[in-house]
């Protein structure tokens, strides 16, 4: 079993960056791979961006492609999203998730949230315009 904390959203204005960060206990955490969704209320969970199990590869989202970046350390059991050059519409509730099942980042798989087991509670993120 997987628990996931994130942390490290906030406020910032609109052009700023801000990291977040995916801490997971238990023993297997390279075995899953790791995607990034994001949810306003009132909306479906989207799709971020996922890194592979051994963190060399990442797939994005094209709403956040060239600004956000993910990265990921096994060694210390945690996923990190740098986000840059933020927008206003980027304001959303933030969460990991790991999936057991999802071969490959790039996949449809991938970016349908059903197919993870694993949710953390979420980070806010606001950008002010």
């Known amino acids: 079993q997987v628990q996931l904390v994130e942390s490290g959203g906030g406020l910032v204005q609109a052009g700023g960056s801000l990291r977040l960060s995916c801490a997971a206990s238990g023993r297997t955490f390279s075995s899953y791979l790791i995607s990034w969704f994001r949810q306003v209320p009132g909306k479906e969970r989207e799709f971020v961006g996922s890194?592979?199990?051994?963190?060399?590869?990442?797939y994005y989202a094209d709403s956040v492609k060239g600004r956000f970046t993910i990265s990921r350390d096994n060694a210390k059991n945690t996923v990190y999203l740098q986000m840059s050059t933020l927008k206003a519409e980027d304001t959303a509730n933030y969460y990991c998730?790991?999936?057991?099942?999802?071969?490959?980042?790039?996949?449809?798989?991938?970016?349908?949230?059903?197919?993870?087991?694993?949710w953390g509670q979420g980070t806010q993120v606001t950008v002010s315009s």
């Open positions: 890194v592979s199990r051994s963190g060399g590869f990442t």
């Open positions: 998730a790991a999936s057991a099942i999802v071969a490959s980042a790039s996949t449809v798989a991938a970016r349908d949230p059903k197919k993870y087991i694993y």
